[in-house]
Structure formats: structure tokens, C-alpha cells
């Protein structure tokens, strides 16, 4: 069978591992509307479409409809999205009455365009690794770049022990330990919501031990700035920092620094002056092409 890369603007780095990938034509009318045309037949084909949706989720994630939504018009053998990032799964469950599941409409609409199968890293509302899901009927590939995150800090730290911030992606850390992390009400910076940390605890012995705490992602990075406070205090030696998805929102990278983090690394999913581990690899070894 037949089989066809597309990528988009956002993602050509990530296609560039990929020779013969074709990029969709995108462009924005002057009301602000987005323009999609896929240039090559998908008639027949395998074809993956490559991805991401940050920054500008919003618009971005409208752009991956209209690409899905083409690619399924031209009666594909089969349709895959590889998106690193995905946007609007943090938004997982309602906490209050009334809010929308933004997670389940993104992956509804998705299933519902025609996309066969997701492919992501590290998604947020996913707890158990890697493996395939189903979130809205729709298939979900779950990729982890925890692995290859911790090689690179093990290549100057070699005894560094993983560390989860809390249970959230505790699965990143196998064979370590998590910090008790208690979760505050919603608080605002900058105009924009965010969750507080009300407290976290260290109940192991980090004392004179290299650490690296690994998370799913870093936002505002109040969550990892904590914790690396808190290890401080525990009198750990060394502290790493390393997140799959490097949002570093409201100068999180310098505070992470300031707060004592020695080495900091993340996927290039959202380029970052730390991005160490390239996702098109992740992508390769996982044998989804």
C-alpha cells in the first residue's frame, strides 16, 4: 500500500526526518479564516499527517480539522495525525458544573472528521504510558519521551534518580520516587488560569542524591519550581529538570534556574531553547511510518 506524509507549516522540522513528505498549502484569508489544500491524491493511500497546534492552539487545532477533513474527502486507505502536542486535553474532566470536557471535543471531532488513529506524546489525560487508548471513540497512540529524556541527563548525571512532581505522570518516573503534591484552587496570572499548588512533600530520602524531576509537561512551571525548592530543602545534590512538553509560560525557564535546576531538557514538541530530544525519533522508533 501506498503511503503519503503530510505535514503542515508548523511542523516541517519534524517532517524534514521524513524524506518525500508533502506540505499542505495553508494560508489565512484577510478575515482571519484559514485556507487548506493538500497538493498530492490520497486516493488509495496510507497517509499521516504531521502537526502541531502550539503555539496559536486555537487556530492551529482548526487547521488540523480542515487537513483531516480533506485528506478524508479523497477516500484515504487510512488516516493518521501525529500531533506531539495536544491541546485542550488538560481540560479532562468537569470540576464544576456546566464546564465543557475540552478534551473529549477535540477527540470527538477528530474521530468524527474521519482520523483513524492519533498519535501524541506524553498526552496529559493519559496516567498509564505508552500504549493505545480510546478517548471519544477516537484511537489514541500514546507515545513517552521519558526514556529519552532521562538518557540525556544520565549523560551528565549518570546516577540521576527520576522524580514525578506528583501521581499525575507518575509513570515517567518508574523506578523512582513522587513528591505528595496538594492542589489549591484556580488562581490567575497575567490574565490567564492557572491551578495552585497549595503544598508538596518530600517523604524519601533525597539527601546528597542527584535528582531529576520529570513531568508530561511544564506550563507556568509553578508545579516544577515548588519541587525543586522542596528537594533543595531535603538537601538533595543535584537537581534536573526535564518535561516532554516545554510550554515555559511567564519566564518559567529562568525562575526553574533561579529556584536551583542545574540542567534543564525537553522534546523539541514545542521548541525551546532546551529541547534535547527530537519527537521525530520518538515517531521513528515507535514505527508509525
Known sequence: MAKLVLFSDTAQDIASAFPGAVRVETRNFPDGES????????????????????????????KLFLIVGAARSQSPSSLRAFVPYLPYARMDKAVKEGEAVSADVVCGMLKSLGCGELITVDCHFIKEGAGTFQRAGLKIRNLTASGAL?????????????????????????????????????????????????????????????????????????TM??????????????????????????????????????????????????????????????KAI
Open 150 to 222: 532521562l538518557s540525556h541527563i544520565r549523560k551528565s548525571s549518570p546516577s540521576a534518580l527520576p522524580i514525578s512532581p506528583d501521581q499525575g505522570a507518575a509513570y515517567m518516573a518508574k523506578g523512582g520516587e513522587a513528591i505528595k503534591k496538594v492542589r489549591g484552587d484556580y488562581g490567575e496570572m497575567g490574565g490567564a488560569t492557572y491551578r495552585k499548588v497549595a503544598e508538596m512533600k518530600v517523604e524519601f530520602d533525597a539527601k546528597g542524591k542527584d535528582l531529576v524531576i520529570i513531568d508530561d509537561m511544564v506550563s507556568t512551571g509553578s
Open 35 to 62: 485556507y487548506v489544500r493538500i497538493p498530492e491524491s490520497c486516493k488509495g493511500k496510507d497517509v499521516l499527517i504531521i502537526h502541531r497546534c502550539y503555539p496559536g492552539i486555537s487556530e492551529n487545532l482548526v
Open 225 to 286: 519550581i515548588k519541587a525543586v525548592k522542596v528537594l533543595r530543602e531535603a538537601g538533595a545534590k543535584k537537581i534536573s529538570c526535564a518535561a516532554t512538553h516545554g510550554l515555559f509560560l511567564s519566564g518559567a525557564l529562568e525562575k526553574l534556574r533561579e529556584a536551583g535546576a542545574q540542567e534543564i531538557a525537553a522534546t523539541d514538541s514545542i521548541p525551546s531553547p532546551v529541547s534535547k530530544v527530537r519527537v521525530a525519533d520518538l515517531l521513528k522508533e515507535a
